[in-house]
T-cell receptor, first 115, second 114 residues
């Protein structure tokens, strides 16, 4: 099955700096890569996603890049703000068979943005 | 839209008791997922339903866990008998269709077994 590795496990930045979180996946057939933000006491919320036919996607201060050859994808947050502090999860979806629609999540990154 | 609704939000129970967690997916969504989140193991998929039919239950830890989806608007996850190692946050999530559509999570049910 799919295996997703996420780094770093914790990330501390100053307000206004950029933050980068990286993930690698094992199944070359995976074709959908969402990123979720989880605030304390809440469920994960989708913040951005990318599909395997796209190399980069941006949404205001958030961007995701995908390198299919190397099987890794990254989340970039620019001009970080204290409210960006949360746990961020990457995920990968493998198509086909009984795992169709199943997401495999990374272990999460605790991002702390210091004012 | 009301989002995915889970109940109870918090549950404290004694070892050996039966626990039932409930979920109402987003109206119109035909895929439903139960996830478990712990510090040690992160987010794990327990079971996946599509059109009320269990498609993948390979993540269900053992026979003490069971899940049902009697109709498109309701699902339960039951643990009987519960054990302290079942303490975790259980998330229900839903999406429409198979193909990479956004999966929306509920707020979770925080279970503590003492």
């Amino acid at each position: 099955g799919e295996n997703v590795e996420q780094h770093p496990s914790t990330l501390s930045v100053q307000e206004g700096d950029s933050a980068v979180i990286k993930c690698t996946y094992s199944d070359s057939a995976s074709n959908y890569f969402p990123w979720y933000k989880q605030e304390l006491g809440k469920g994960p919320q989708l913040i951005i996603d990318i599909r395997s036919n796209v190399g980069e996607k941006k949404d205001q201060r958030i961007a995701v890049t995908l390198n299919k050859t190397a099987k890794h994808f990254s989340l970039h947050i620019t001009e970080t703000q204290p409210e960006d502090s949360a746990v961020y999860f990457c995920a990968a979806r493998s198509p086909g068979g009984t795992s169709y629609g199943k997401l495999t999540f990374g272990q999460g990154t605790i991002l702390t943005v210091h004012p | 839209d009301a989002g995915v609704i889970q109940s109870p939000r918090h549950e404290v129970t004694e070892m050996g008791q039966e626990v039932t967690l409930r979920c109402k997916p987003i109206s119109g969504h035909n895929s439903l997922f139960w996830y478990r989140q712990t510090m040690m193991r992160g987010l794990e998929l327990l079971i996946y339903f599509n059109n009320n039919v269990p498609i993948d239950d390979s993540g269900m830890p053992e026979d003490r866990f069971s899940a049902k989806m009697p109709n498109a608007s309701f699902s339960t996850l039951k643990i009987q008998p519960s054990e302290p190692r079942d303490s975790a946050v259980y998330f229900c999530a839903s999406s429409s269709g198979y193909s990479g559509n956004t999966i929306y999570f509920g707020e979770g049910s925080w279970l503590t077994v003492v």
